[in-house]
Nanobody, 115 residues
């Protein structure tokens, strides 16, 4: 079973940038497509971006397309989410998971975007 630890969240002003990281345990990381999800206060968890096992296929939610970039480094068992041009509506707890997601979720990392 892959265990995931997210990091990199914080408080940023609108228009700013953050880079999230998701470190995975286990030697089978490269066998899984991975994704980022987010959950804003009072809302359902939603899909943000996904990346295939090799990184040659990527998908984004319309709300982040052109602003966020997902990538992965299989040698480091890590998936990243570069977030640019952040908006207050991007405020949420961001979690990574397999894609499709497993039932086990990490704690996530909180991103707060202020005006």
């Amino acid at each position: 079973q892959v265990q995931l630890v997210e990091s990199g969240g914080g408080l940023v002003q609108a228009g700013g940038s953050l880079r999230l990281s998701c470190a995975a345990s286990g030697r089978t990381f490269s066998s899984y497509a991975m994704a980022w999800f987010r959950q804003a206060p009072g809302k359902e968890r939603e899909f943000v971006a996904a990346i295939s096992r090799t990184g040659n296929s990527i998908r984004y939610a319309d709300s982040v397309k052109g602003r966020f970039t997902i990538s992965r480094d299989n040698a480091k068992n890590t998936v990243y989410l570069q977030m640019n041009s952040l908006k207050p509506e991007d405020t949420a707890v961001y979690c990574c998971n397999l894609f499709p997601p497993s039932e086990v979720w990490g704690q996530g990392t909180l991103v707060t975007v202020s005006l």
